[in-house]
């Protein structure tokens, strides 16, 4: 069968990758494990416009949230599915100086940072001493119903092998790739964290970065906002909430931890008022690197290779706008924005 993209995953990076080119008219396979505990998939799915302790925009932002915006609604509309909400994140402020910087804030970040009204309305819900912030507008994409309806639809159209795609079973030259009977253009990966043991694409940046998070039932709080103090709480389903995540840069094992589990509930039983009883415990390893910038593009040496990774904590409000960009720049040749090109790594990936 001869394919223009053999595409490896199918997380967010690869469903919205695959969607653009199929939009481009390339014909696209996309081959994916169904791994449950893959980045995508324990996901909160946050889109929030700043970010770290100091509050500052985050990169990009301005043009990142209409695009996805758009590219989520259009997505809305084909499946006839709910997948982008937008909601607000109240802060819980941890400490006198939390409260102060946030409040310092909004001169600079008018935009998004307010002082939430009817702080006293929150009380019968938390604990809490030093205030609320509320950074508005945020938005919450669900996406797993995304990566659900995109897999229905590439099954249904013969594009997807539900399987575990192996570099053994591929022949590679400059402008050809063969795996098994297939016969493509080009590989691109969107294998997510795993691409760092990849041999094109090891000596990338890479900088994993395990995630936990619990989910927990927590009958009666409204599920129409995000709350966070020093943890998030989102909402998940019905009546289940998301509760994460750390961040862990130096974990020599995926396995969940009892140390996380312990600190979270410690935090929750002060925190909370109201109670929860918690279903699940979630881990997964982000797709991060030391530059904070996505890998996008074509392997300099091997052309017929590219990568569509790297989207760190940020791919709910990253991928959609780079997806599409990589997309033309494969289909038109269109330049890849020098930021994210993996041509700037041309002098390692050449070693
Ligand atoms: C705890 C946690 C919370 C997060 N919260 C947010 C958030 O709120 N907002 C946000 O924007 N981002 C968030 N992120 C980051 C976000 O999850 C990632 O940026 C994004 O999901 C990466 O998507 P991806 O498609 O590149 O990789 P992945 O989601 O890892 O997808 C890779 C896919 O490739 C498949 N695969 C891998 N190897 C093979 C193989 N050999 N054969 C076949 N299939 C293979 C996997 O099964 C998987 O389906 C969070 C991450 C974590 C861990």
Not at 249 to 272: C, R, V
Request: with cysteine.
């Amino acid at each position: 069968m001869n394919i223009d993209y053999l595409i490896i995953g199918q997380g967010i990076s690869g469903t919205l990758l695959s969607r653009s080119l199929i939009k481009e008219g390339k014909k696209v396979i996309v081959i994916d494990d169904g791994d449950s505990s893959s980045s995508s998939k324990v996901a909160s799915g946050v889109i929030n416009p700043v970010t770290g302790k100091r509050l500052v925009k985050t990169w990009m932002i301005d043009q990142f949230l209409p695009f996805a915006w758009n590219a989520y609604r259009e997505i809305e509309d084909e499946f006839s599915i709910s997948l982008i909400t937008k909601c607000n994140i109240l802060d819980f402020h941890l400490t006198k100086d939390a409260a102060q910087l946030f409040n310092e804030r909004p001169e600079i970040e008018k935009e998004y940072l307010h002082k939430a009204d009817n702080e006293d309305n929150w009380t019968e819900y938390f604990r809490f001493n030093y205030g609320i912030g509320e950074i508005d507008p945020c938005f919450l994409v669900n996406i797993r119903v995304m990566l659900g309806n995109w897999r229905a639809y590439l099954a249904e159209s013969n594009s997807l092998l539900q399987n575990k795609f192996s570099l053994d079973d591929c022949t590679i030259t400059e402008h050809h790739v063969s795996y098994k009977n297939i016969s493509a253009k080009k590989l691109i990966f969107c294998d997510g964290a795993v691409c760092s043991d990849n041999p094109y694409f090891n000596r990338l940046p890479w900088s994993k970065d395990k995630g936990e998070v619990l989910i927990a039932s927590i009958p009666g709080l409204p599920a129409n906002n995000i709350y966070k103090q020093g943890i998030n709480i989102v909402p998940w389903q019905g009546d289940l909430f998301w509760i994460g995540a750390t961040h862990d840069w130096k974990f020599t094992a995926m396995q969940p931890s009892a140390s996380f589990l312990k600190q979270t509930e410690d935090h929750l039983n002060y925190w909370l008022k109201l109670p929860y009883t918690i279903i699940d415990h979630l881990v997964a390893a982000r797709p991060a690197n030391v530059e904070r910038r996505p890998f996008v593009g074509l392997h300099p040496i091997m052309p017929s290779v590219g990568i569509f990774n790297g989207m760190g904590t940020k791919g709910c409000s990253v991928a959609p706008y780079f997806a599409h960009r990589f997309a033309k720049h494969l289909a038109h040749n269109s330049p890849l924005m020098p930021e994210v090109d993996i041509k700037r790594f041309t002098k390692i990936l050449s070693r």
